[in-house]
């Protein structure tokens, strides 16, 4: 390819150690904003509840379905890496753009609905934990707005640099917040004082709807590809696998990391307490807090505070940032003719217009969710937790196929065991959303 973005950096550059290194540091950044986009709601709420109502019983299932599902995320990044292109532009090279229309049909709608209910629960925990007197949705459009200003005045590389400081806040005050629950651990494998034995139906509905999600839904995938693009286009150059691997793999093993802190969180500060736990996200993100405040003090209180808060703010950020990339790639790919040669790699830096009135667009749509669908929010929320379970298993397909398919070179394509694991994910994950569907509608 002609184009100078699509030039990779190779590990056999004859550079002297600080080059290597400085290339190294200057590729990561889309694990990093993997990151901050996971640690969500999934790690803030479902993750401390588990731990709530069984310690530190389903930890080892949480961090194992977190294993397996590392292909699926992988294969994003490594796509990047190898072709420069999209997930998305290789649903299209491989499957056609029926494919990429029946994706854009299904998840565009999905991202308005996660973007409104990161921002409701963001501001329900900020406003709690600061004082704010606003209420919940204008508080939450004020969010929205202050990320789509942050977005807007300094693209993909302010995004990254925010990203890396919430991060860096969320996991000091994380760990402090689970080394002041630690003494309080039961760390049984299975403790007695769980609300339901492992083998049961309470136990299995509990753990279906806590391993579906984790670490995040798997559109993440597609984001963390145009986020390679992203870094790339602002370097100059492609990172290559070694670096993209690297750097992916700082970003999902820390999400798992913090996914097991908020477990630990929730068996040693609420598992036994024998107090009735709030339905809601921003009802039980806040009794967190205090639980904290009458267990350990007033001032371990506002570090779960900052830690909770943090960890929404940071996925509120990378959302407003990461759908509208996959909106543009949608339509973008679909606009393309099939035999254009320019790589998207070529394309990213002009898309900022168009980035703008995707990101436009779905602020829009959330904030007329939260200000006019109130009342059917929960069933906005199901259709987005029912909508992942489905797509799940089809997406981690999808990238299978696309990773070893013809746009990508046979000496690129991921190793036999690799392949194998990616297998089993895609098996696991389709029995999960069989179990979730199970679940929800016939049990």
């Keep these: 390819m002609s184009d100078h973005h699509s030039k990779p950096y190779t590990s056999s550059d004859a550079a002297p150690p600080a080059a290597r290194r400085s290339r190294y540091l200057a ?24 731990g709530a109502d069984y310690g530190t019983g389903l930890l080892a299932f949480i961090l194992l379905a977190i294993l397996i599902k590392y292909p699926c995320f992988y294969f994003g990044p490594l796509y990047a890496s190898k072709t420069g292109n999209s997930l998305v532009e ?31 629960t963001t501001a329900g925990v900020g406003g709690n934990l600061l004082g704010i007197p606003l209420s919940a949705p204008t508080f939450a459009t004020v969010l929205i707005a ?22 860096a806040i969320l996991s000091v005050t994380t760990i402090i917040a689970t080394a002041l629950a630690l003494p309080n651990v039961d760390w049984s494998f299975y403790p007695s004082t769980a609300v339901s034995p492992l083998l049961s139906h309470t136990t299995f509905v509990t753990l279906v709807a806590v391993l579906g999600f984790m670490p995040s839904g798997l559109s993440l995938s ?10 790339n286009d602002t370097n100059g150059a492609r990172a290559d696998s070694r670096q993209e691997k690297t750097d992916f793999d700082i970003g999902y093993i820390g999400s798992a ?31 967190v807090v205090d639980l904290y405040v009458a267990t350990l003090g007033p001032w371990s209180g506002f570090v779960v505070g900052i830690s909770i808060f943090t960890v929404l703010l940071t996925t509120l950020l990378t959302v407003l940032d990461g759908f509208p ?6 339509f973008e790919s679909l606009a393309r003719d099939r035999s254009g040669q320019q790589s998207e790699q070529a394309r990213v830096g002009q898309r900022q217009g168009e ?14 969710i939260l200000y006019f669908l109130m009342s059917n929010f929960w069933l906005f929320i199901n259709f987005a937790m029912i909508t992942s379970a489905v797509i799940s298993p089809l997406l981690a397909a999808l990238n299978h196929f696309t990773i070893n398919g013809a746009s990508v070179a046979p000496e690129d394509r991921p190793s036999a065991w690799l392949n194998a694991w990616s297998a089993l994910a895609i098996i696991t994950l389709a029995v999960l959303s069989l179990c979730y569907l199970y679940v929800r509608f016939l049990s």
């Design 27 to 50: 590729a990561i950044g889309p694990g990093f904003l993997f990151a901050g986009a996971a640690i969500g709601t999934s790690h803030v709420v479902q993750a401390t509840r588990a």
């Design 90 to 120: 290789g649903y299209r090279q491989t499957f056609g753009k029926a494919v990429v229309a029946l994706f854009g049909l299904v998840q565009i709608p999905v991202f308005a609905i996660i973007v409104a209910a990161i921002a409701i």
């Design 146 to 167: 202050a990320c789509c200003v942050i977005i807007y005045v300094g693209g993909y590389a302010i995004v990254d640099a925010v990203n890396k400081l919430f991060i």
């Design 222 to 231: 597609i984001v963390n590809s145009l986020w390679s693009l992203a870094r």
């Design 257 to 287: 990391l913090i996914a097991a802190c908020f477990v630990i969180m929730g068996a040693g500060v609420l598992h036994s307490q024998n107090i009735n736990l709030a339905t809601g996200s921003v009802g039980f993100a806040n009794q």
């Design 325 to 330: 990339r996959v909106v543009v790639a949608v």
């Design 355 to 368: 980035l703008y009135m995707a990101m436009a667009a779905l602020s829009v749509l959330a904030v007329l």
